[in-house]
T-cell receptor, first 115, second 113 residues
């Protein structure tokens, strides 16, 4: 069974540009989560999507946004990139609701570098 | 709201020695607890999880953890480590139901030959 996949593996942008990161969940999983792992800041929750709706959002500015498609894949968009957005962005998926028992399965991540 | 504290940022040990990585959490509701491992330049891999039931949880690669509700701890242990265990280890908590994971700051485990 294929795991969570993310693309691209690496992404290099300059300040002010936009970045789009993509994630495909494990088959049968309807919840997708995004996390940012920045140097010195640890793993921070960004967004949670389930059944196409944004269910929860971490403490990030509105220029971090995303969406979930009917096939449950997801996109994370970061507008007006700043240097401090450089980080590893991890996507995770889980079964919906309490059937997920909280367990999330992670992809390999997209490393975003902002120059 | 939940929070997680990993008491050691770095733990150096010799190969074949035992190791314990400490994790304390706080929460006003019942929680699920997890340990994840991150090898260099990779994503997170689940080591083990506590959902309910037996407080001693066994995971992959010979790791185990014990849930202690009175001390709000979930320490990770391995009786004999190998060079291949060199990685960063994250303790995480979530409220029951499909909610976000709250992670500790991570503990870097370094195995010396």
């Amino acid at each position: 069974e294929a795991g969570v996949t993310q693309s691209p593996t690496h992404l290099i942008k300059t300040r002010g540009q936009q970045a789009t990161l993509r994630c495909s969940p494990i088959s049968g999983h309807t919840s997708v989560y995004w996390y940012q792992q920045a140097l010195g800041l640890g793993l921070q929750f960004l967004l949670w999507y389930d059944e196409g709706e944004e269910r929860n959002r971490g403490n990030f500015p509105p220029r971090f946004s995303g969406r979930q498609f009917p096939n449950y894949s997801s996109e994370l968009n970061v507008n007006a990139l700043e240097l401090e957005d450089s980080a590893l962005y991890l996507c995770a998926s889980s079964l919906a609701g309490t059937s997920g028992m909280g367990e999330q399965f992670f992809g390999p991540g997209t490393r975003l570098t902002v120059l | 709201a939940q929070s997680v504290t990993q008491l050691d940022s770095q733990v150096p040990v010799f190969e074949e020695a035992p190791v314990e990585l400490r994790c304390n959490y706080s929460s006003s509701v019942s929680v699920y607890l997890f340990w994840y491992v991150q090898y260099p330049n990779q994503g997170l891999q689940l080591l083990l999880k506590y959902l309910s039931g037996s407080t001693l949880v066994k995971g992959i690669n010979g790791f185990e953890a014990e849930f202690n509700k009175s001390q709000t701890s979930f320490h990770l242990r391995k009786p004999s480590v190998h060079i291949s265990d060199t990685a960063e280890y994250f303790c995480a908590v979530s409220g029951q139901g499909a909610q976000k994971l709250v992670f500790g700051q991570g503990t870097r485990l370094t195995i010396n030959p």
